[in-house]
């Protein structure tokens, strides 16, 4: 079989959870996902590795479980890079275009990229993503692919993403120590995107939200590309804690009570509902209590609103155009209620974004929620790379290779 070496695994290294995804392209483009694995995450706080050994054992646990189901060993995966000091900057670069008849090469698209991303960077800061958003050839702009047009001066608009170094340096250590080398690190919104959005939300403006434990990361797309990044240092953790602190319970029984029962839109309750009761047991004590359900959606409510607010402030500080409205993934996306009061808020069309169904097959229903869009993302950008890899590669001799990758020409650029 043509795709036995490509093997892409995802794995998402969340504060809360961890998540492995393997993927091997199959013959129709999709990803055919072959293994799947998820485990408690320990030794990460806000998405930064605080205990090397608890993260590198969380991310054996959940590697362990996918290599089960599928049957495989892994040795590399792309991982997620988060934290709240990532920053993104809108950059613009020019270049003479130097080589004979002014035909623009990858050379000269690699060094307007680099004029774009030449910027002074705090002690100990480094460039963790360059993301190009146009290229401008004399002038005339919107292009997006200009290798090969010609043209005398080359000008480029890079969306750069720069973070500290050591966050990305000590999450390698601790994959690493779990036993396998990073071939690749994306941005976590980048990697939820990639699995979930489709091309006419890139193009004509969409928002991504990923609401995780500790973390909500803010992407903007607009004209097939990124536009703005920002990470908060807050998500679905600050849910179970006002649960914990309002209710006098421990954190593991408020968790259990925010997934059960838990809601932030009171109007979605059912006739009655809200009077319901729930048996609660507070610290310290033997008997339990009893709790209504709008007693709970009076403590989440308002963390939901300010939350959101925190991240329609800053949509709108951009100025972007979101035609294709928002989206919201990872876990903390899902407290029910969430969608309709961020609807609210955003004053804007908005969906849960869950796995696109069209790009994978396999064990695809066990990822279709959108705490696995990173992962799955993830897995997706590492298959595409290494496709690519083989289509460029001296490999590709026979007719039938050659066929069956130009099947992933358009699919997977
Ligand atoms: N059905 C649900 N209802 C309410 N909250 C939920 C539900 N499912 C998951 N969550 C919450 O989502 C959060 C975890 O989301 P996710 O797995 O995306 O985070 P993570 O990737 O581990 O963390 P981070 O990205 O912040 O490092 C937790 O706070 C969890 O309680
Ligand atoms: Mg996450």
Redesign the pocket.
Known sequence: MVNRHIQAVGL?I??????CVIGEPSESGQMNIVGLGEAE?RG?R??IVSTTDAVADSIKRAVEEAEQVSGLEIQMATVNV?GEHLQGENKGGVVAVAGAGREITEEDVERAIESASAMPLPAGWEIIDRLPQEFIIDGQDGITEPVGMRGARLESRVHVVISPSAGKQNIEKAVNRAGLDVDGMVL?PLAAAASTLSEDDKEYGCALI???????SLMIFGRGAVQHTRVFPF???H??KDIALGLRVSIPEA?VI??DY?CVAPFLFRENEGQEVIEITPVGRNETRGLSKEILCDIMAPRAIELLQHLALEINRTGAQNSSGVVLT???S???GMVEIAEQIFDAPTRLGFVDSSLVSGLAAEVRRP?WA?ACGLALISMRRQVREAMAGPTTATQKVAAWLENFRGKFR
């Open positions: 998402d969340g504060t809360g959870k961890i998540r995450s990460l806000r998405g988060s976590e990923n609401i995780g434990s500790e973390l909500t998500g679905g953790m849910f179970t968790n925010k997934h838990g990872g876990g903390g899902q407290v029910r705490e990173t």
